[in-house]
């Protein structure tokens, strides 16, 4: 399965984006999605995950409230929308797929497909 991120730009604070991750087969319908991201020389950090059905999903403490992880399996497509971007959101955002459910979520390892990344840059 290929994953391509989008939605990336420079934005202010207080703005929003919304990031794409379009799976290039239709098994990613039956797949975890996770969305982590890097900001420079930090490591890679999660940010959220949805279940295949969308029904369950799942936000890091320092996005709650603002990030809305959602999907729309009959295009293949998983959505982040970030609304109230900080200047600490700036990073290289990826998506993910977990072809098998995990409690471990938060962990890079459970999952077995990464797209490219996407930059966000936000400005103070």
């Known amino acids: 399965v290929q994953l391509q991120a989008s939605g990336g730009g420079l934005v202010q604070a207080g703005g929003s984006l919304r990031l794409s991750c379009a799976a290039s087969e239709r098994t990613f319908a039956t797949y975890r999605v996770g969305w982590f991201r890097q900001a420079p020389g930090k490591e ?29 399996n009959a295009r293949n497509t998983v959505y982040l929308q970030m609304n109230s971007l ?38 103070s």
């Open 44 to 72: 890679r950090e999660f940010v959220a995950a949805i279940s295949w059905s969308g029904v369950v999903t799942h936000y890091a403490d320092y996005v709650k409230g603002r990030f809305t992880i959602s999907r729309d």
């Open 86 to 123: 900080k200047p600490e959101d700036t990073a290289v955002y990826y998506c993910s797929a977990a072809e098998n459910s995990s409690n471990y979520y938060t962990r890079m390892s459970v999952y077995d497909y990464w797209g490219q990344g996407t930059l966000v840059t936000v400005s």
